[in-house]
């Protein structure tokens, strides 16, 4: 059975601070790696994905991801945020079947 | 390009009652996924067509709720008869195929149960 764990539910950041929203994930087949974010009152739009090559993969809005398989690691960051980047985060597999992790709502402060 | 449509937005019905969701995929998308989304949680899949086929149900509760593809492409969700724990917002997705392919999402449907 797959698993998708973010340790963080909730991570409160001043603007133009750096963040890092931390997911892990368990499964017994190689997977796929993505990153949604769903804004208030808003539906689920992807972030960055990560399907082979390179293991630091770019997405929108300047934010990028790490893939860390020894650690079975896909961290999201972002070197200096905006209010605007306040919003819902949710890390996905896709290995057996597709896997939403709890989600952490990232807040930030002015 | 049109997005993932979903009616209504909103439902409110007293328990016991039926209710029913309808969703329309991005043109072309052969595969198409429900989701039940718990305030404060993730989204947990429902159940994964491959065009009219049923691939993965294995998280629907069969006992109440029930989905159709006619056609391989709009699809229904059904629950019947609604319970207070359904209370929920209701998502559809909808992708090209294969694990590699991104999902895109509708609005949702919030249900409410009284």
């Known amino acids: 059975a797959q698993s998708v764990t973010q340790l963080d539910s909730q991570v409160p950041v001043f603007e133009e601070a750096p963040v890092e929203l931390r997911c892990n994930y368990s499964s017994s087949v190689s997977v796929y790696l993505f990153w949604y974010v769903q804004y208030p009152n808003q539906g689920l739009q992807l972030l960055l994905k990560y399907l082979s090559g390179s293991t630091l993969v770019k997405g929108i809005n300047g934010f990028e991801a790490e893939f860390n398989k020894s650690q079975t690691s896909f961290h999201l960051r972002k070197p200096s945020v905006h209010i605007s980047d306040t919003a819902e985060y949710f890390c996905a597999v896709n290995g057996q079947n597709f896997v939403f992790g709890p989600g952490t709502r990232l807040s930030v402060l002015p | 390009e049109a997005g993932v449509v979903q009616s209504p937005r909103y439902k409110i019905i007293e328990k016991k009652q039926p209710v029913a969701f309808w969703c329309n995929p991005i043109s072309g998308h052969n595969t198409l996924y429900w989701y039940r989304q718990n305030l404060g949680q993730g989204p947990e899949l429902l159940i994964r067509?491959?065009?009219?086929?049923?691939?993965?149900d294995s998280q629907l509760p069969k006992d109440r709720f029930s989905a159709e593809r006619l056609k391989g492409v709009d699809s229904t969700l059904k629950i019947q008869p609604a319970e207070l724990g359904d209370s929920a917002v209701y998502l559809c997705?909808?992708?090209?195929?294969?694990?590699?392919?991104?999902?895109?999402f509708g609005p949702g449907t919030r249900l409410t149960v009284t």
């Open positions: 067509y491959e065009n009219e086929e049923a691939v993965d």
């Open positions: 997705a909808s992708s090209f195929g294969g694990r590699a392919y991104e999902q895109y």
